[in-house]
């Protein structure tokens, strides 16, 4: 692309841009008091970042005119490359600096706890009944305050979903032209889904001790598969300790209720007062995606998104927490690409309340494990694949400070034997050595573990090759 | 104050923060160049990217600040009916 088709384009973008920053102007009428006045310097600030970011912009539409005319003029191209790289180069740096901010701070975890405890009985409950999606969404609030919202907003959900399949259903029936009749399809095909994936979430919590902890739903998502959710066994509020799962490529609410299985069964494991949440809080990348870059399961966008969401999740588990109470021991564990999500949730300027992590089969979590030596921990079975393609950094098995948990068969003093993991996706599995080892990490009991590095054949040929 | 306004200049800046996204000033200097491979192309992905982000941030910030907004008005309707519910209650 020539530097005169990039101004032109970049001209419109800048207009489109100038736009969406008028709404900043001016101020909300009649609003008063202190919330106004956080709410107006958070207006500010994004206007002083707007005016940054246009000015920016403005300096390389300049230097892309001023390349325009010289290559007319008959400059040297490659003068003319050096001169626009230099300016290209110094362009977007120091813009957008500033930190967010929000008009009551109310979006922070902590925030979000401040305020619902100021709020009396009847505004709260006003809220839960009319903002269910609101007030379930907000982290920091009491678990079974967002579960009563989710629990609400999931009959909303499958209620609105049923009639949309009719709907779609009665019209696909007189549908006669064929164009019609494809995209009809298609649509019935979506809505069944969407059915299908909410009963899903209604049949995992449909248990005694469950608690729906978040749910979205998106009709008609751009990315992903539209629902989105998170799912406790037990009392996330009041447990000592909190084991958090997150999943990793092609997974969806639709595996809720076996994963739930799977989390009762840690739970036991790990011991009394543990409780469990499975978070399908962000939307994994799925097999159809691989060839979109910011969506693929190869790159780090739905990791970096899924970070900020678990972030403010696992945030949200110690604010939430009752005054007086201590905070829970809380170990995020992550599988597979969930590993990579979960490393970004605990980078620096992350989650800050997580006690241990545990990366199970994990391709690589970037350049630190997200805690500190005895902290960090991480299961590769024998035959996984994925645990040894160090795609997102070092292998977790050979990085410094991280402590392998052991996924091989072992013969416990009582007699008893715990099961071999074999391959990619059965470090949960009730009864093996990795589970058990996950168990006794997340109760909090990291001297019960039994270590193994999980160094196999993948890892002996990739220092082959090198790699 | 009208909690309806505020709900209003929420959805206002949401509905901004998706436009300001979808306007692309990262795409437009992404494949400028003026020699194949040259110094200048590879200059522009990477302000491209960093375009990319700054602005994904802003719009995210923006968006943030609309729902803030709209919480804040959530708030105060339900403050309202609460008061309206006593003051309801205590007429004969």
Known sequence: MTPAVAAVRLLAARASLARAGEVLAGEVPGWRGAAARDAQEARAALRRRHEDLLADLDGVLAALGAATLALAGGTPPPAVDAALALALDAAGRDVDAAPPTTPTGALDPGGVARWWAGLDPGARAALERDRPALVGGLDGLPATVRDRANRRLLAVEQGRALEEERAVRERLARVRDPLGLVTTAWRLREVRARLARLGAVAAAVDRPGRALLDLEVDPHPEDGEGVRAAVAQGDVDTAAHVGVFTPGFTTGVDELPRRLEELDALAASAGPGTATVAWYGYDAPQVDEVAEPDRSVLGRGPAEEGGRRLASFLDGLDAARPEGRPDAHVTAVGHSYGSVVTAAALAPGGATGVDDVIHLGSPGVGAAPGRPPGHAWVVEAAGDPVADTGWFGPDPNRMPGVTGLSAREVALPDGRVLAASRGHVGYLTPGSTSATNVGAVVGGRPQDTVLDRGVGAGDRLRRVFGR | ?92
């Open chain 2, 1 to 92: 104050m009208r909690p309806a306004e505020l709900q209003a200049a929420g959805a206002v800046c949401v509905a901004a923060a998706e436009e300001a996204s979808a306007a692309g000033p990262a795409e437009a200097v992404r494949e400028v160049a003026v020699l194949p491979a040259g110094r200048a192309a590879s200059a522009a992905a990477a302000l491209a990217d960093r375009w990319e982000a700054a602005v994904g941030r802003w719009c995210d910030d923006l968006a943030v600040h609309g729902e803030a907004l709209d919480l804040a008005a959530a708030t105060y309707r339900a403050g309202d009916d609460d008061a309206a519910g006593v003051l309801g209650g205590g007429t004969p």
